[in-house]
């Protein structure tokens, strides 16, 4: 294949010779004539498009270990108005006292929406300031971002710099200053890979950090490590109610139910409440029903005030994003454990989706981005209640949750169960599985008849029995209260026979 030909650039014609003051003269393309008047030329002769002068001050040319932070240099975002809680994470963020010539590193890790960015805000506004100048707040969810947020630092100490500096070099003074000074607290916001925060950490000597991650099993140096959980149900309650009534008094009906529904995540309590305070006429019972009756439309949207972004159902929509690309199995094995109750999953269940090193890998990747809890000393899962219900929701602008791959996953849900089943339950030495797999059983049923409009399934409780966890632990005199079968249904055949 043969390149079109592009015509000959010509050469520009020399300028001709002009002649300047006292016969001084300039000659070739972009020259300049410059009479000095017999004397040294003490000045900047400069030439060429859109060129510029930046004339910095002596004090911008000292070196940043002479540069001190003058007041007023802090950038914390807004503080939360409603905060509860946390009073234990907060002591243990208070407990790592700062050491002359060490840098002090905590961390605050935990699923999405947790809470973590908003801890760091409010200890680092009502605790932090003590004794720390200046506080920087620097998102880090990219390099680039990283490195900005850096930048702006140096120009914060000597604006002169900004436009005589690029981003790279003002960034770099960053560090030099971080490393010569004491008493600062930077807040790492967001940390989606360590790698990215590492030459960071390693140039500083002294002051303090404070980073935010979903990722849960990478800061075993760290000072201080949190692991931040849902709030209690009391705490939940308290911030759903402060928002929903900060215009006056409302009917609060359903209100804790709806907490519970929502598994006492904050971000999700924050924003329902958002919404109903500014939908007057909405009790949190009547959400309940729209949220039954309507998820994938619930999720997806939020009061006014809430980011496209932030809503309920994009929360973890970049952690799976990130998450499908290092281990694809691993947003499948999400996707089939929705299906299950949300505590004490046998690991078992996930055993079928692949084989054991792959299914080890999907497991590991989970539960580094918290998406997962694992407990290693049950060999079981558990999932947070709401991450199930969204995993469960189809959305055909959601690539992690099509209609067909949902679908997928119950009917997987399905088979794992049916694989882990013992052949026979009225055998007392069956008994400790079906104690162990009955509330999935029912759970599965419920999701499907729930989610899917398909009838729900007779009970797994033996008769007689007030529920399935009475009916899989019978006394071994008393065969009458021995757990039956999961009765057929649309979701599970019969239990297969010996």
Not at 232 to 243: C, K, M, V, W, Y
Request: glycine share 6%; charged share 15%.
């Amino acid at each position: 294949m043969k390149w079109p030909l592009s015509k000959r650039r010509e050469k520009p014609k020399a300028a001709q010779p002009t002649a300047g003051p006292a016969g001084v003269g300039a000659s070739g393309e972009r020259s300049i004539a410059i009479d000095t008047g017999g004397g040294d030329f003490l000045g900047n002769a400069l030439t060429g498009d859109n060129t510029r002068v930046v004339q910095l001050p002596p004090e911008a040319l000292r070196p940043p270990s002479e540069v001190e932070a003058p007041p007023g240099l802090d950038d914390l975002p807004l503080r939360p108005g409603t905060f509860v809680g946390r009073t234990r994470e907060l002591q243990r963020l208070d407990a790592a006292l700062s050491v002359p010539g060490q840098v002090v590193v905590q961390a605050v890790h935990g699923l999405g929406g947790i809470g973590k960015s908003t801890l760091a805000a409010h200890w680092a506004a009502t605790r932090g300031a003590r004794g720390h100048a200046p506080i920087r707040w620097i998102n880090a969810d990219t390099p680039a971002d990283i490195e900005q947020g850096l930048a702006d630092l140096t120009t914060a100490l000597q604006p002169a710099l900004a436009h005589a500096l690029s981003v790279e070099k003002l960034a770099e003074r960053a560090l030099q200053w971080l490393a010569t000074h004491t008493g600062w607290l930077l807040i790492l916001d967001n940390v989606s890979n360590p790698a990215d925060i590492a030459p960071l950490l390693a140039r500083a000597t002294t002051g303090r950090f404070l980073i935010t991650s979903r990722l849960a099993t990478t800061w075993h140096q760290a000072t201080t490590v949190v692991r931040l959980d849902v709030l209690e149900p009391a705490e939940s309650l308290d911030l759903l109610t402060r928002i929903t009534t900060a215009a006056g008094p409302r009917n609060l009906d359903g209100a804790a139910e709806l907490c519970a529904e929502l598994g006492h995540l904050p971000l999700a309590v924050e924003q329902v409440a958002a919404y109903l305070a500014q939908n007057p006429l909405l009790t949190p019972r009547a959400y309940l029903d729209l949220l039954a009756r309507y998820p994938a439309t619930m999720y997806r949207h939020g009061a006014v005030t809430t980011q496209a972004e932030r809503t309920i159902a994009r929360i973890w929509n970049i952690t799976l994003d990130r998450i499908a690309t290092l281990q694809p199995l691993a947003a499948d094995l999400l996707r089939t454990l929705a299906w299950y109750a949300p505590e004490n999953i046998p690991v078992t269940l996930a055993a079928p989706l692949a084989d054991p090193p792959t299914v080890s890998s999907a497991i590991g990747v989970l539960s580094a981005y918290s998406m997962i809890t694992p407990d290693p000393g049950t060999d079981t899962l558990a999932v947070h209640r709401l991450v199930q219900a969204v995993a469960r929701t189809p959305d055909h602008d959601d690539l992690h949750r099509t209609p067909q791959g949902i679908a997928q996953a119950r009917e997987q849900a399905t088979a794992n169960l049916l694989t882990a089943l013992p052949a026979t339950w009225n055998t007392p030495a069956t008994w400790p599985t079906w104690r162990t797999l009955l509330p999935h059983i029912d759970a599965l049923a419920d999701h499907t008849a729930q989610d899917t409009g398909a009838p729900r399934p007779a009970s797994s409780a033996a008769p007689g029995t007030s529920s399935p966890a009475k009916a899989c632990s019978p006394a071994p005199s008393d065969t009458s209260n021995t757990p039956s079968p999961p009765a057929n249904g649309s979701w599970a055949p019969a239990t297969p026979t010996p």
